[in-house]
């Protein structure tokens, strides 16, 4: 037998096989059998059949499958001898071969009827017969036709007997086909009184009492009509007494229910048009019977008849469907409701919610009661049809419909919605943010999937939308206008400062995960809930922009729409700003098609294609590129050619270029930013080398541009770009000559090892200065006129600008000629400045600051009315107010840049600060430093609160500068040196990121220096040791009193400010490029965008630092040991807290009470020796003796959040294990540990010492006439948790708490014990009275008497004695009857219960 091949076998030892089997010539288990599919008529040999498959069958096995499911049922096939007849119609053959339902219906043949007597039902006066019940069947004797017939089917055949039994003779039912009759007026009168007339016309179909029934011969319709016109001949000769009189004769001869049945006949035929001509089409003849007539007497006269009302099933429609219309041949009325009429408004007093708001197709937001004409489109809508206008649900709906033009339309009413929302127009109308709504609901996706629909009109409303979503005009209206300002180039980038802290706690764990894996991207909806900017960009949303400008070249409104939306992606930060550069030929199309050497010349008006003309809006772009990274303005200006194109728009005035006058400054003007942007980097030198000419011809024109009047806003702004643009190239050629190492960039991308000295000189740019100061006289002169001077205010800013870089380059030349720079600073000074200062309109300028600061307005920053977390904007909508920082009434710029000028004057020339000092006696700018001084809550910061934060510092920052010059040089001390040094303290807490080199100065210069401290030289010392006599009545020797220690403080400033400079450290790249930006160092700016305004550079609590820093160096995760300077640092740092605690109060008002409490303590958790110190136990003990004054006590909260502690009792719990580890009975440790015991503190602080640290009393000796606080905050008022309570006595008892080791406490514990055990509350509850008394027999029978007098006869406290309290010489009457009253209880008992 051979075996069956196995794996691993070859084809070889197949075939081998083969061969075997063949030579074997055994017999093969299957066989090969050709089937023939074709059956062949019999006596016919098949034919030989070529290239037939080979059918395997087995033996023993069916040929076919067994059937595991039913077969489909197998299809007729026609005989082949069988022909179909050319002639028959197939549907008429199909119809005989039918056996459908209608067919058998349609051939029931009716038998004659017309002989047979037809009697009526019997009446029921119901629709339906009455249910019929078992019960209800009286004891009847079984007929004999029953049989087994049901209880049913018997009571039917009763009814109908007894319906036989009760018909009148000769009444018969009416049949079909009688012709209608007619009535006279005299029977409409008689009807119209109740009478019974037949009624006639549309409401009648004939006669109702006589139809002919029976009557066999042919004329029996004229027989019937005979007797029918007799009856009313003989009706019409009747009267209506007569009438009436039949009337009740024939009601008392009819049975009662036939005259019911035949009131009901009237309401049986109730069918609508439709049904009747659908039955008369089909050949039936519907009956109508006449509406129910009253059968009783007729009303009086006078009465009119109330019509019934139309069924509530049947709407009356504006017009009657025919089925010979399209599409009505199955006329369905509920889809036809719609053509009805609006039901009526229902009025609404609520205020409206989103899911009721609804707008008009402009927007606007309808109010629920508006009336408005259906022909305005505004009611195309099934909910709510009566009421005008589209809700957002309805909107999203239609933006996805099937038909371009609606998707369009959606998209542009949603954009002029939100254009609407973000101007503040709902206001309070709706309940929610119209913005979140929309991005919640997918709005974002919903625009991008748009964008890539194939419809141009559905494109342009979707970018459309995109920039009313993305971009706010009036942000970059104010960037633009304050771009020449003092340091104006510089901006926050418009990004989320911080996610919200719900959404990341409902993070899952794979999306944490995600976020630490920086290969696995998030995906765009996660993106857009935390980032709207980062969600459009991973939609690969910049790819699309550019296919669009590529390839389909929209129309210009489209295009500016576009570019609107790149430039709101560029300032969201360097890394969108990057993507936009890296997308493929994004860029290059710009360049390109927007930015072209050479275009047909446009005219005024409106232009019908964009490309190939030089448009304002992508040169702005590139700006806005430049200014997010130094390589990245590199790239643009090296790789894309932008040398050319600046040449070619700069080297033309606008008036020669051939385009529109607006659209020709406003790119005149990008040109000259984007240049400024460069130079501020150190690169366009050599590009001022060719343009030199140019330059200075503008320069020369000038004077005479100015002259004419009107000035145009946009010439004024050019003007104002183009002098920004030589201060920052003034400024790149102070640094051409040095060499500097790159500092280390804060951002990844911009780091540049070697970055290129700038290629231009002092030489080239020296010449400048005598063109730009005639413009700024010229200028100056207009500052009476306030009209001209606000329509000139950007010029002033930038000139005054220039100056200051021009001198501040001049004095930093290694070849600098000190005679030749300090004799042109004194004529600039006495030709220029000072005239200028002396004028009596300048001194109004500081007035207007305090009403336009937003410190002290901070509603002028409030949030934008559409302010959400996920897409920020600065909230400028419909431009600043005029009294506010960046108002036309705002003198900040102006202001701003003459301090930066004066500052830079009095460096070079110290002799001027003395003429410098009267622009700092200006009472405005006294007023306005009292008010930023004073304390104040500062408001939540919003993207434009820290935008005009940073300028409104930059003031006070160049103030503080130039008083701390003209200090220096005064023998007296300065007259306003407290308020500076105010605003010097506020200043510093409040700087944010950006401002670090300010920051690093007012730490050398105006917080530590001495003549802001004129206190320490003009008797503050003896001025504090005297008060605190009088607030303590200390004796303290004036050696270890608060005095000395002050005075000790302000001869260790130096060693201070060293420690702060040590501790309050701020990042080094991000302190480099804060001071490149402020000192103009061209080579070490990485970037004009500032870090994300996430909070201010150093807290509120910053004179704490030093000593937060050491605590967590001590008792950190890596705790490291003190190093021997600890002492020295700690030191200072008390010094500095006790100099603000005690002169300067204001500064440290925002740091809460409970906060210092807890800074204190971290003094004594760091080391356990170092609080033993000498200097340090002196400060703590004077700055403790601040914190319990009456009002710091009132204050003191340890229940609040406090910043940098997670529970005040866990630290305090921690306080207690260290006291009772190290203290020794320290009575400074001890002092700080009973401060938490007063009364008005958490039970919780008290039931950690008593119940779980108790043999921390045995240490707390304390003499009670040191104790800081009152006794009676720890007395008043009794003690109510019985818990406590049961912990004082148990301390007592157990004498783990007496008078020698914890005097405090001890008197404490008493007096609330005593409190308790002589406590008669009627509302105490069952357990406390119980508790008082088993305590107060506990005192009765205690041995130790001194504790059994004490608790019995305490009185109220008094330090002054040795126990700390006074006692009864006897017990009151009532307390002694209380303890009467229980000890003959306990006597009656024989002894104490358990």
Known sequence: ????????????????????????????????????????????????????????????????????????????????????????????????????????????????????????????????????????KGPQGKTATSGKRSIFAQEIEARRNAEANSTPPGMTVPTQGQQEGSLTSEALGLREQGLCVPETGKSSQGLQLITGEGLQSEDARREVQTIHEENLAKLHALGPEEILQEQQRLLAQLDPSLVAFLKSRHGTNGQTGVESMEEQNSGTVVHETPKEEPVGPPPPSGYKRKQPEPAASAPELPVTPHKEWLHMGTVELEKLQWTQDLPQLRRQKTQEGMQQARFGLQGELLAPDVDLPTHLGLHHHGEEAERAGYSLQELFHLARSQISQQRALALQVLARIISKAQAGEFGSQLTDSVLRLLLDAGFLFLLRFSLDDSVDSVIAAAVWALRALLVAPGDE????????????????????????????????????????NPQETRPPPDLARHDVIKGLLATQLLPRLRY?????????????????????????????????????????????????????????????????????????????????????????????????????????APQELAMPIQEAEQLNTESFRLWAVAATYGQGGDLYRELYPVLIQALQGLPQELSIRPHSPLAMQRISALITLLAHLTQASSSSNVELPAPASPYPVESNQSPVPPSITWVQVSGLRPLIEPILRQVLKELPQTDTWRALAPLPTACLLYLAAHYQAWSQQPKLCPGECLQDVERLSEELVLPLLSQPTFQGLWDSLRHCSPLCNPLSCAPAPEFIPNLISLGCVGGCPPLSLAGSSSSFPFLTSLLSLLNTLARIHKGLCGQFASVLGAPGLQDYLRHCGAPSRVPRLTPFFAWALRHEYHLQYLVLTLAQRTAGLRTEPTPDAVLYHTVALNLLSHLLPGSEYLAHELLLGSVFRPEFLPEGASGGPEAADFSDKLNLGSG??????????????????????????????????????SQA???????????????????????????????????????????????????????????????????????????????????????????????????????????????????????????????????????????????????????????????????????????SLFGEHVGALRALGLPLAQLPVSLENYTAPPEDNLELLKL???ALVTGALCPQWCPVLYAVAVAHVNSFIFSQDPKSSGVMGAASKWMLQKTWLLANESLKQHLLYYKLPNVALPEGFELYPQLPPLRKNRLQDVTDRLLKDGGLGS
């Open 1 to 136: 037998m051979l075996s069956r091949p196995k794996p691993g076998e070859s084809e070889v030892d197949l075939l081998r096989f083969q061969n075997q089997f063949l030579s074997s010539g055994a017999t093969p288990a299957v066989r090969i059998v050709k089937k023939v599919k074709k059956e062949w008529p019999a006596g016919e040999e098949l034919p030989v059949l070529q290239d037939q498959r080979d059918v395997v069958t087995l033996d023993k096995l069916p040929d076919l499958p067994p059937t595991l499911v039913p077969a489909p049922p197998k299809r007729a096939r026609p005989s082949p001898n069988f022909t179909l007849p050319e002639e028959q119609d197939p549907e008429e053959r199909l119809d005989q071969h039918d056996q459908h339902i209608t067919a058998i219906f349609t051939k029931i043949i009716e038998h004659d009827t017309s002989a047979m007597t037809v009697t009526m039902p019997l009446p029921s006066g119901v629709a339906f017969p009455r249910v019929f019940h078992r019960s209800q």
């Open 477 to 516: 209206e104010l960037l633009d206008r304050t771009f020449s300002w003092y340091q104006g180039a510089a901006v926050f980038p418009l990004m989320p400062s911080q996610e919200e802290e719900e959404e990341e706690d409902e993070e899952t764990l794979a999306e944490k995960a995600r976020k630490k």
């Open 548 to 652: 669009l400008l590529e390839v389909t070249c929209p129309s210009p409104t489209v295009v500016q729409d576009i570019l609107a939306v790149l430039i709101r992606v560029a300032r969201h930060s360097l890394e969108s700003a990057t993507k936009v550069l890296e997308c493929p030929r994004l860029i290059d199309t710009l360049v390109r098609e927007f930015l072209p050497s050479s275009w047909s010349p446009v005219g005024e008006g409106p232009i019908s294609r964009l490309h190939g003309v030089p448009c304002a809006a992508a040169m702005k772009l590139l700006r806005v590129l430049a200014s997010a990274g130094r390589n990245i303005s590199a790239r643009l200006m090296s790789g894309f050619d932008l040398r050319s194109r600046l040449c070619r728009f700069v080297s033309e």
């Open 1036 to 1073: 303290r020797s004036p050696a270890s009193g608060r005095g000395a220690l002050l005075a000790e403080a302000c001869r260790d400033l130096p060693s201070i400010r060293g420690c702060y400079l040590a501790h309050c450290t701020l990042p080094r790249p991000a302190l480099l490029h």
């Open 1077 to 1247: 930006l402020y000192q103009g160092e061209p080579l070490h700016i990485p970037s004009l965008l500032l870090p994300v305004p996430k909070e201010p550079l150093l807290p509120v609590d910053w004179p704490f630092l030093p000593l937060i820093h050491l605590y967590h160096q001590a008792s950190g995760p890596t705790s490291e040991a003190l190093h021997l300077c600890s002492l020295g640092t700690v030191t200072r740092a008390l010094q500095w807290v006790l100099v603000l605690e005690s002169w300067r109060p204001s500064s440290l008002r925002a740091v809460l009470p409970a906060a210092r409490l807890a800074r204190l303590m971290c003094v004594f958790l760091m080391d356990s020796d170092l609080f033993r110190e000498a200097p340090i136990q002196q400060v703590i003990t004077a700055l403790l003796a601040q914190l319990c004054q009456p009002q710091a006590l009132s204050l003191l909260k340890l229940d609040c959040p406090l910043p940098g502690l997670a529970s005040f009792p866990d630290l305090y719990s921690s306080f207690l294990e260290h006291f009772e580890a190290v203290s020794f009975g320290d009575p400074l440790f001890g002092a700080l540990v009973l401060l938490p015991l007063q009364r008005q503190h958490s039970v919780t602080l008290r039931l």
């Open 1288 to 1290: 004082y006595f148990q």
